[in-house]
């Protein structure tokens, strides 16, 4: 018995499924989680000493790759003044101003330490200064865990055990959730007249990324905008994985539009627990201690995790990795589809900038429909293919793969070259 499976043997004796995050179980896939000790710019080193090209990178959250210096530094420092104070700190508000300043439509911010709590405050919120309580959300798009979330299509791990919710949530909670088709603007305004007056926000993910990579049909996102103001609606981008991964500005930059309120996550903690919800002043401005709507965290703004998302931010700014990791993002998914039109598989692959992913379907893939519909036993085939080769993929057809500023032309020919061999 290897180390990983004696860890995965020993983690399921203390950890339900053996992991903190249902997907990492490999069970959409089958065979053993790779326990990691060590990442290593692109890499990632298993407890067996195994190396593998890392296209998942935390999930997208390291734009830079694994253990960046300069981030690592910026952390380290942080923690020897102290780890947590449950007190405001400078690191916040310089945080916070770079945040705003990436970001027009955000006047406010508020830090949290995840994705989940920052969607959840943001729903909040909404209801809140609205006064109404509906929520439409779309099938297969993720926003964390929280109850009214994961009442219907929720997207990656529940869409990976094709669950349809879970139970738990009540159906007071699932009530005021409402969900149309990603890119299906006739059912978000037929939602809306239906809801008249009582929907509080769309929640929506600007390039869908938790059911695979699926982007924006051209007016989708601008149609969400209008009908919002039509309906006194607010509009929520959640930027977890897009916000200064796309873009430094986020996908709202990218497609120039302005949501009211937006979530971040991810690569705006640099790989540390650390996320935010902001948008409008007059919004923001209902949060408590200045307004009635309460949301609070004793490691919210957490000194070590803002520090790293501080190095981040300056890093994105500075060396602008954008252009380059679109260029080597364009040059693996040709690559891919080269090398698939050559074995005669056939496959759609979804990507905007360095988020991208590979659906075993003729396609097109524009919602959670079509993505459930492609082949995801060949995914599994193909993600063991590609692990024997030394290339970690997402463990699951319904999550993202992506690159990092570590990722050169090497890693990109590898990849392909791996893929290359799939017999089908
Ligand atoms: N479904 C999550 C990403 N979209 C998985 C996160 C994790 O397992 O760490």
């Known amino acids: ?76 420092e942080a923690a020897t003044r102290g780890t947590s104070f449950g007190a405001p700190t400078e690191l916040e508000v310089e945080l916070a101003e770079r945040i705003t300043d990436a970001m027009p439509s955000v006047d406010m911010v508020r830090l949290v330490s995840s994705g989940t709590e920052a969607a959840m405050s943001a729903i909040r919120l909404a209801r809140g200064s609205t006064g109404r309580p509906g929520v439409i959300k779309f099938d297969g798009c993720y926003h964390g865990h929280s109850d009214p979330m994961l009442a219907k299509g929720a997207g990656s791990g529940v869409a990976t055990f094709g669950i349809p919710g879970s139970p738990g949530v009540t159906e007071g909670a699932a009530r005021d959730t409402l969900t149309a088709p990603y890119n299906d603007l006739g ?105 009635p709507v309460y949301q609070a965290g004793t490691l919210a703004g957490n000194p070590v995790a803002v520090a790293a998302g501080i190095a981040t931010l300056d890093l994105a700014r500075e060396r602008d990795p954008y252009p380059e990791l679109d260029a080597r993002a364009d040059r693996l998914t040709a690559g891919l589809a080269k090398a698939f039109e050559e074995t005669a598989t056939r496959c759609t692959i979804n990507r905007v900038e360095s988020m991208f992913s590979l659906f075993f379907t003729p396609g097109p893939v524009r919602n959670y429909e079509e993505a459930a519909a492609a082949d995801h036993e060949r995914y599994a085939r193909f993600f063991h293919h590609m692990l024997e080769r030394g290339v970690y993929l997402p463990p699951s057809g319904y999550e993202l793969w992506t690159l990092s500023a570590a990722h050169t032309d090497e890693e990109i020919d590898t990849t392909i070259e791996a893929a290359a061999s799939f017999p089908g």
């Open 187 to 291: 059912v978000v305004a037929a939602l809306l007249d239906a809801h008249r007056d009582t929907v509080a926000c769309v929640i929506v993910e600007p390039i869908a990324a938790n059911m695979g990579v699926v982007p924006p049909e051209l007016g989708f996102l601008e149609g969400l905008r209008d009908l919002c103001d039509r309906h006194g609606a607010l509009l929520i981008f959640d930027e977890v994985i897009t916000g200064f991964r796309v873009a430094y500005g986020g996908a709202q930059f990218l497609y120039g539009v302005t949501p009211d309120l937006t979530v971040l996550g991810k690569v705006m903690g640099g790989g540390y627990p650390c996320a935010a919800f902001g948008g409008r002043g007059d919004v923001m401005s209902r949060l408590a201690p200045i307004g």
């Open 1 to 76: 018995m290897n180390r990983n499976d004696e860890l995965f043997e020993r983690a399921q004796r203390v950890i339900p499924g053996g992991v903190n995050s249902p997907v990492r179980a490999f069970r959409a896939v089958g065979g053993t989680p790779r326990f990691i000790a060590e990442g290593q710019g692109a890499y990632l080193i298993d407890a067996d000493g195994n190396r593998y090209l890392d296209l998942v990178q935390s999930w997208g959250a390291l734009l830079f790759g694994h253990a960046r210096e300069e981030i690592m530094r910026a952390a380290g």
